[in-house]
């Protein structure tokens, strides 16, 4: 339970929100968690908080590379708490230019005072004194090494090292994982069924906000500067945190009004919401999902976003939704549970709680789903699946063994009418890639479009 009691120490709440994470949490919710019961905390605390929660799980193989080189005592043999803590420290040391190196140390050295690990705080004090005098001069791979590269500077895990040059050139590679090391963007997508662009971005100047447009989305901006009072809008329901590669799943669904259309896996309803603003509140939506929280969250976000024609209900896909009358969809969006390789600078805690033997069975998992709902399209109808993925287990081997064994469906090629700028998101196939090394800082997602025939 994470406690109250010392306010919003950063250094503590970051601690504790790591410990909790080692055992299974998600990072974003404990955050949140931890920052909803401090509100009044000084901003300064609260960004250096979730930037040492952030920045440590993006960039943990790097620090714990720099200190298995410098601690006294083997690294990997040292307790979880006390790894954690020397983790805090390098993290100052390594990544944060604007803390001291004394200060980095001392203040990592007194936090385990406050904690009540007096006997290790000399281990603390030498090891992170140590790397502060070879931080310049660690002996860090170089990039023509490319598989301890990936591992020990981009801080990937050795099997998805093994995964991206599986599938990309050693370059290519290489500007993945530096590219999924970064913080990710600050997106969202402006509400159409609230506002308008136009009176967003005059919203967002006054409140002291620095902006850009996304590339792709035309709903989307990217905030490069936060002003000092909170984004205008959100009791209103003018935006949605959104990123761009997620804003264009439901372009390339294409929903009209008019239409019967399927979210198969839909919270916590980003896009769900965002089909009924390109319909105009003019499709009859039907939003699932098998956890009754979420489909209350479904609810919520559609009553802040000003959706109309929208039904959240529960439901597991991983059966048969008998209770769904068959060849009635004009239109299902499977956008399934997947392992989140794409978005791992938004949930960086992926990368240490993933294994590869996990990318087959959520495959098995997509499948199912993808067999599952097949049925409920009508002939002519259209079955959209996406991933924020790229292994290919999840996204170009779920496509065949769908194929193999649906031959009512075929492939539909994503790219006309859209925009022209847009035609670099597609492969060979006609499917939708986004990296964000190659488009604009977007999060990697993977979609393909398939029609039933008639």
């Given at each position: 339970?994470?406690t109250?009691?010392?306010?919003l120490?950063?250094?503590?709440?970051?601690?504790?929100?790591?410990q909790?994470?080692?055992?299974?949490?998600?990072?974003?919710?404990?955050?949140?968690?931890?920052?909803?019961r401090n509100?009044?905390?000084?901003?300064?605390?609260?960004?250096?908080?979730t930037?040492l929660?952030?920045?440590?799980?993006r960039?943990?193989?790097?620090?714990?590379?720099?200190?298995?080189?410098?601690?006294?005592?083997p690294?990997?043999?040292?307790?979880?708490?006390?790894?954690?803590?020397?983790?805090?420290?390098?993290?100052?040391?390594?990544?944060?230019?604007?803390?001291?190196?004394?200060?980095?140390?001392?203040?990592?050295?007194?936090?385990?005072?406050?904690?009540?690990?007096?006997?290790?705080?000399?281990?603390?004090?030498?090891?992170?004194?140590?790397?502060?005098?070879?931080?310049?001069?660690?002996?860090?791979p170089?990039?023509?090494k490319?598989?301890?590269?990936?591992?020990?500077?981009?801080?990937?895990?050795k099997?998805?090292?093994?995964?991206?040059?599986?599938?990309?050139?050693?370059?290519?590679?290489?500007?993945?994982?530096?590219?999924?090391a970064?913080?990710?963007?600050?997106?969202?997508?402006?509400?159409?069924?609230?506002?308008?662009?136009s009176?967003?971005?005059?919203a967002?100047?006054?409140?002291?906000?620095?902006?850009?447009?996304?590339?792709?989305?035309?709903?989307?901006?990217?905030?490069e500067?936060r002003?000092?009072?909170?984004?205008?809008?959100?009791?209103?329901?003018?935006?949605?945190?959104?990123?761009?590669?997620?804003?264009?799943?439901?372009?390339?669904?294409?929903?009209?009004?008019?239409?019967?259309i399927?979210?198969?896996?839909?919270?916590?309803?980003?896009?769900?919401?965002q089909?009924?603003?390109?319909?105009?509140?003019?499709?009859?939506?039907?939003?699932?999902?098998k956890?009754?929280q979420?489909?209350?969250?479904?609810?919520?976000?559609?009553?802040?976003?000003?959706?109309?024609?929208?039904?959240?209900?529960?439901?597991?896909?991983?059966?048969?939704?008998?209770?769904?009358?068959?060849?009635s969809?004009?239109?299902?969006?499977?956008?399934?549970?997947?392992?989140?390789l794409?978005?791992?600078?938004?949930?960086?805690?992926?990368?240490?709680?993933?294994?590869?033997?996990?990318?087959?069975?959520?495959?098995?998992?997509?499948?199912?789903?993808l067999?599952?709902?097949a049925?409920?399209?009508?002939?002519?109808?259209?079955?959209?699946?996406?991933?924020?993925?790229?292994?290919?287990?999840?996204?170009?081997?779920?496509?065949?063994?769908?194929?193999?064994?649906?031959?009512?469906?075929?492939?539909?090629?994503?790219?006309?009418?859209?925009?022209?700028?847009?035609?670099?998101?597609?492969?060979?196939?006609?499917?939708?890639?986004?990296?964000?090394h190659?488009?604009?800082?977007?999060?990697?997602?993977?979609?393909?479009?398939?029609?039933?025939?008639?």
């Amino acid at each position: 339970m994470l406690t109250e009691t010392y306010g919003l120490d950063a250094r503590r709440g970051a601690f504790e929100i790591l410990q909790r994470v080692e055992l299974g949490a998600y990072a974003d919710l404990t955050l949140d968690t931890l920052l909803k019961r401090n509100r009044g905390t000084d901003p300064r605390d609260r960004a250096l908080l979730t930037e040492l929660v952030y920045g440590i799980l993006r960039v943990r193989g790097r620090l714990d590379f720099a200190l298995t080189l410098v601690s006294r005592q083997p690294f990997a043999k040292l307790e979880p708490a006390v790894r954690h803590l020397l983790r805090i420290g390098a993290y100052q040391l390594l990544e944060l230019e604007r803390i001291p190196p004394h200060a980095a140390v001392h203040e990592t050295v007194e936090l385990a005072k406050r904690l009540g690990f007096e006997r290790v705080t000399g281990l603390l004090n030498g090891t992170l004194r140590e790397l502060a005098r070879q931080r310049d001069h660690l002996p860090w791979p170089g990039p023509e090494k490319i598989s301890a590269y990936l591992q020990q500077v981009c801080s990937l895990p050795k099997w998805l090292a093994k995964e991206l040059l599986s599938q990309f050139p050693n370059v290519e590679s290489r500007a993945l994982a530096e590219a999924l090391a970064q913080a990710a963007p600050f997106t969202l997508r402006v509400n159409s069924l609230k506002t308008t662009m136009s009176a967003y971005q005059v919203a967002l100047q006054t409140a002291g906000f620095d902006f850009r447009p996304c590339r792709y989305a035309a709903e989307g901006l990217i905030i490069e500067k936060r002003g000092s009072e909170p984004l205008p809008g959100n009791e209103e329901g003018w935006y949605q945190i959104q990123d761009e590669a997620s804003m264009l799943i439901a372009h390339l669904l294409d929903p009209q009004p008019g239409e019967k259309i399927l979210d198969a896996c839909a919270a916590p309803g980003g896009k769900t919401t965002q089909i009924a603003a390109l319909t105009q509140n003019q499709a009859q939506i039907l939003a699932l999902d098998k956890h009754p929280q979420r489909v209350n969250l479904l609810e919520q976000g559609a009553r802040r976003n000003g959706c109309q024609g929208i039904e959240a209900r529960l439901c597991d896909l991983e059966e048969f939704p008998a209770e769904l009358e068959i060849d009635s969809f004009d239109c299902v969006l499977v956008d399934a549970p997947c392992s989140g390789l794409g978005v791992l600078r938004r949930n960086p805690e992926i990368r240490w709680s993933r294994q590869a033997a996990d990318m087959q069975k959520l495959a098995a998992l997509q499948r199912k789903i993808l067999f599952n709902v097949a049925p409920l399209v009508r002939p002519g109808g259209r079955l959209i699946y996406s991933v924020c993925t790229f292994s290919r287990a999840e996204t170009s081997g779920v496509m065949a063994d769908f194929l193999q064994h649906h031959k009512e469906f075929v492939l539909e090629p994503f790219g006309p009418g859209l925009p022209e700028s847009w035609q670099e998101l597609f492969d060979d196939q006609g499917g939708f890639r986004s990296f964000p090394h190659r488009h604009n800082g977007m999060d990697a997602f993977f979609a393909q479009r398939l029609r039933r025939n008639i």
